[in-house]
């Protein structure tokens, strides 16, 4: 009792004096989802964070293995309860996901690991109906081990969407070793690579920041039809409320 009184005593000081709310205590992600997410929806990768929705959200998890196999991948994860994987599917594909059935779809720290996050986005947007919400959050690399990496230009992005990302995988693996793993010995590297891509291991394919983030759903939204409704950048990601607002993906934006 006495301390919920003397916290509702500092949250009143606070107001008498002016000190003004942060966005960011106030814009979390929960409250986000509150506000966005009804009906049927999936979440991707959501593995052991996943999004805390309202009671009017009903989530399925998505995820390109099971629990166990997921547990093999990531070791680091062994302490840390996952969600169960309702759908086994790649997550960039959605390839057994109907088109126009889902009335949100959530993709928290996912596209920076898609070898082609333009697909990705196209292919969350064609699962949604019409009204749909697609609620992505994604990393501001300035706030991450990504710092020392170049970011990605749409010129690239899109050249992942139009001719597949099999031409600049290499250089992925080569960068994250240099730059993220900080390998500098050449013979080293070259194992480290090659072992990555045997793998396929999903490291951050594309790194970005608020103003790339922005310059692309710009670009994007020249393609398919989604408005965006809510754009909000708190601690080292960046939080986009997308609505799907015709009846399909549109056009693809290929060659």
């Known amino acids: 009792m006495i301390a919920r009184m003397a916290r509702s005593l500092r949250k009143r000081a606070s107001r008498l004096m002016g000190v003004p709310v942060r966005p ?17 929806g999936l979440e991707i990768g959501a593995l052991h964070n996943p999004l805390k929705v ?6 399925r998890y998505v995820d390109r293995m099971g629990v166990a196999d997921l547990r ?3 070791p680091e994860l062994s302490r840390e309860r996952l969600v169960d994987v309702d759908i086994l599917d790649d ?11 889902q009335d949100f779809v959530i993709a928290n720290h996912f596209l920076e690991h898609c070898e082609n996050p333009v697909g990705a986005v196209r292919n969350m947007l064609r699962v949604l109906k019409e009204g749909g919400v697609l609620y992505l959050a994604i990393p501001d690399k300035r706030y991450t081990f990504d710092r020392d990496r170049p970011v990605t230009p749409i010129e690239h992005l899109m050249r992942d969407f139009q001719e597949g990302p099999a031409w600049s995988r290499r250089a992925h693996y080569e960068e994250w070793t240099r730059l993220v793993n900080k390998i500098t010995d050449t013979t080293l590297a070259r194992r480290e690579i090659d072992s990555l891509i045997v793998k396929r291991y999903p ?5 970005f920041t608020q103003a790339e983030l922005l310059d692309l759903m710009g670009h994007l939204r020249r393609l398919w039809a989604f408005e965006v409704e809510l754009m909000f950048k708190r601690d080292n990601e960046v939080l986009f409320i997308l609505r799907k607002t015709g009846p399909g993906a549109g056009n693809d934006g290929r060659a």
């Open 72 to 74: 093999r991948e990531y």
């Open 91 to 101: 997550g960039e594909t959605l390839a057994s996901v109907g088109d126009a059935t």
């Open 24 to 40: 960011e205590d106030l814009l979390r992600r929960r409250t986000i989802a509150s506000s966005y997410l009804r009906g049927d």
């Open 54 to 59: 309202p009671p009017t959200a009903r989530v």
């Open 203 to 207: 490291i951050h394919f594309h790194v």
